[in-house]
């Protein structure tokens, strides 16, 4: 009977990455229907609370979670050398970053606005310690692979531990925003019947967007 080689069994990331893709537009759609269609817009320092809210959810989902998740697939789904992977690596770190501190922005402004005391929920807690994190994280792969660029052997004993860490800071925004869609749920009477349905919709397919894009890390390249 003729073996067959074991490379013939390997299974590439693209299947993965295509879902990612889909489950991550679809995240993002859903979101802008719910916060568009039930919550009265999206907008940012105006004299509308809850349209200045709502910035916080969609500014979050897009940057730490969106473009994290595209920057984390990017050695997989860019074309190009290393180096070219590596910027478009650190480039989307740091657009996430920048909405993120938006999102964070009209968090705490609602707050202020509505007298709310801050930083009081599991969710608070988990999303700032993501951002937080993350920043670190951010900083700590600019200086280190990009510049001014440590010794070769600094980064290869640092790069596990740099892979490890963004897995676990992209799952904590991952279950930040989920418990965020669940503490919405449960402390607001207005999410009932189909908005429901689209907040629990919204948060599969985040979670779906979270497995997906993990498993393109642990799958290898197809060329």
């Known amino acids: ?17 295509i879902v990612a893709q889909l489950m991550g537009v679809a995240s993002l759609t859903l979101m802008l229907v719910w916060l568009l269609k039930f919550r009265g817009g999206i907008s940012v320092n105006t004299d509308n609370i809850q349209r200045d809210f709502n910035g916080h959810p969609f500014f979050m989902l897009l940057g730490l979670i969106f473009l994290g998740g595209q920057a984390i697939m990017a050695y997989k789904t860019i074309p190009g ?4 992977q590596k ?9 996430a970053l920048g909405l993120g501190s938006l999102g964070l922005y009209a968090a705490f ?20 310690g993501a951002f937080v994190l993350y920043g670190l994280q951010w900083l700590l792969a600019f200086f280190t692979f990009w510049f001014p660029g440590a010794t070769m052997m600094a980064r290869a004993n640092y790069l596990p531990w740099h892979a490890f860490f963004g897995i676990v800071i992209f799952l904590m925004a991952i279950i ?7 503490q919405k749920s449960f402390y607001s009477d207005l999410i009932h019947g189909s908005q429901a349905l689209l ?15 993990i498993l393109t890390v642990i799958l290898p390249r197809a060329y």
């Not at 009977?1 to 990455?17: E, F, H, L």
């Not at 050398?81 to 070219?84: A, D, E, F, G, K």
């Not at 402004?109 to 700032?128: E, I, P, Q, R």
């Not at 629990?200 to 985040?206: K, Y």
């Open 1 to 17: 009977m003729a073996v067959k080689d074991g490379a013939s069994y390997r299974i590439s990331a693209t299947p993965a990455i």
């Open 87 to 95: 910027f478009v690596h650190l480039f989307l770190h740091l657009m």
């Open 109 to 128: 402004k609602f707050h202020k606005d509505t007298k709310l005391a801050d930083m009081y929920s599991l969710h608070s807690w988990l999303g700032m």
């Open 176 to 182: 930040s925003a989920e418990t965020g869609l669940v």
């Open 199 to 213: 907040v629990n919709f919204t948060g599969v397919a985040i979670f779906l967007f979270g497995i997906a894009t």
């Open 81 to 84: 050398s290393r180096r070219t």
